[in-house]
């Protein structure tokens, strides 16, 4: 499973190294060209996106396999994780063009193809292809097979996806082209940052110590990130729609939605966190004897995630205000602040030592930007309406530990079990009794107006002046 998760490690970043800030090429510019009914310059846009990216994946891809045996010796010692790596170069391409078709069904502001394919569909085929693969043959090589399949698939119904909301053959027009390079260039960078920060620790741990300690920090991580199903879900709404309050200049409603998204992020993945931290040995224990150590790691990893969904869309609104270089210099930033304290506590502490640099990682990141945001915009995300989520999470989490405790419930799937049971039902009791706020019904209302709002015709300021902030 370690060498499994870096070969995945692998394709998540090089995957994304590929696209060449293409997918916020479409996300920003292409959200609005689809405002203003610009169908041939969204159209190009597209076409930019992709000639932008696939020949890079490509290289990447033919890199990694004709590379295979001298990473292996070198920085793995391990000459049979080769064969590993040789798939890995089939998959980065495969995978870099599904994200990139993914995020053009991003740009029309209707996030059901997006939502369907990435959260539903996607995990789906992951978990059907690699489970008939290790039933023919038990071995990371099977498994991997079983993962190219299900990403080629996605691939195919991103692509039938994208051409049903617009053609991608068709007429098109001249868009600023340089411009909307520049902006994807800094972009970019932030986006290969970001990815390299949550592939980073998988790779060095399996470098330095064991694949075993890979195997448990991603067991471990997957368990603390599910927090990020409910980040990517607001964000997939926050995106589109920011991005075309902001080039309109509608600062108002921005600051609304801006608020409204962090904290429903915080509120919705707060049980979460109470459940990971409080359980956590329970939770592992589901994985059997071998990851019965990763208990800490499991809880440092957890608060890490706190700071991701408890400060509020910071991250995709300095990209979309046109900060990319900022953004760029803030995750260089902590990317080496992470390496800098990997190399120095992994050695002597292992898989927490992982953690901890990953800890420290998050607090710099989140921390920094959203310092950043209240000062150049003016926003940030809280309000005293944050008292309702802290209370229900405590109580429910508090209600959960008794009850499982006094019933006896052995540790693993029954105290997990019961664990949620209660905390969710308790968790959305609370909620409900204490109410939704008038900020919140504000923000959705706000949600309706930019989704109906008519389009306004199209003229040459209307497709060009963007392009300038």
Request: glycine fraction near 10%; aromatic fraction near 10%; charged fraction near 15%.
């Amino acid at each position: 499973f370690g060498a499994w998760a870096v070969g995945f490690a692998f394709v998540q970043t090089f995957s994304t190294l590929g696209l060449m800030g293409a997918d916020w090429i479409i996300l920003r510019q292409g959200s609005y060209y689809e405002g203003v009914g610009d169908t041939a310059r969204l159209r190009e846009t597209l076409h930019l996106s992709l000639r932008l990216s696939s020949g890079v994946l490509l290289v990447f891809g033919v890199a990694f396999g004709l590379g295979s045996s001298l990473i292996a010796r070198t920085i793995f010692h391990a000459p049979d994780f080769a064969s590993l790596l040789v798939l890995v170069g089939v998959m980065i391409p495969i995978s870099g063009l599904g994200q990139l078709m993914l995020f053009g069904t991003q740009a029309f502001k209707q996030q059901n193809d997006y939502a369907l394919i990435r959260n539903i569909v996607q995990p789906l085929l992951r978990l059907a292809c690699v489970t008939a693969a290790l039933l023919i043959d038990r071995s990371e090589l099977s498994a991997f097979t079983g993962l190219i399949a299900a990403e080629s698939f996605q691939l195919v119904l991103s692509l039938i996806a994208l051409n049903r909301r617009v053609p991608l053959r068709g007429p098109t027009e001249p868009i600023e082209r340089r411009k909307l390079t520049r902006f994807a260039m800094p972009v970019w960078g932030t986006k290969i940052v970001e990815t390299a920060r949550s592939q980073l620790f998988p790779v060095l741990l399996g470098s330095v110590t064991s694949f075993s300690a890979s195997g448990a920090y991603v067991a471990s991580q997957r368990i603390a990130v599910a927090p990020t199903a409910i980040i990517a879900a607001m964000n997939q709404v926050y995106r589109p729609m920011g991005s075309d309050l902001f080039l309109q200049g509608r600062d108002r409603e921005l600051g609304t939605l801006f608020k409204s998204i962090g904290k429903w992020s915080f509120t919705l993945g707060l049980p979460l966190f109470c459940l990971q931290v409080v359980f956590r040995d329970d939770i592992l224990a589901l994985f059997g004897a071998s990851f019965e150590n990763a208990g800490t790691a499991l809880m440092l990893l957890a608060i890490s995630m706190l700071f991701n969904f408890g400060t509020g869309p910071v991250a995709t609104t300095l990209l979309m205000s046109g900060r990319g270089t900022l953004a760029l210099a803030d995750h260089v930033l902590v990317f080496a602040t992470e390496v800098g304290l990997a190399l120095l506590l992994i050695p002597p502490f292992g898989l927490v030592g992982a953690a901890t640099a990953r800890l420290m990682g998050a607090v710099v990141n989140n921390g920094l930007r959203l310092l950043q945001v209240w000062r150049i915009l003016g926003l940030h995300p809280y309000n005293f309406d944050y008292w309702k989520p802290i209370v229900a999470g405590g109580a429910s989490t508090a209600l959960a530990w008794g009850v499982v405790g006094g019933a006896g419930l052995q540790d693993g799937l029954q105290s997990v079990a019961g664990a949620v049971v209660i905390i969710v039902a308790a968790y959305v009791g609370c909620l409900l009794l204490f109410g939704l706020s008038d900020e919140d019904k504000h923000a959705l209302s706000a949600i309706r107006d930019v989704k109906r709002r008519p389009r306004p015709s199209k003229t040459t300021s209307d497709v060009e002046s963007p392009d300038l902030v």
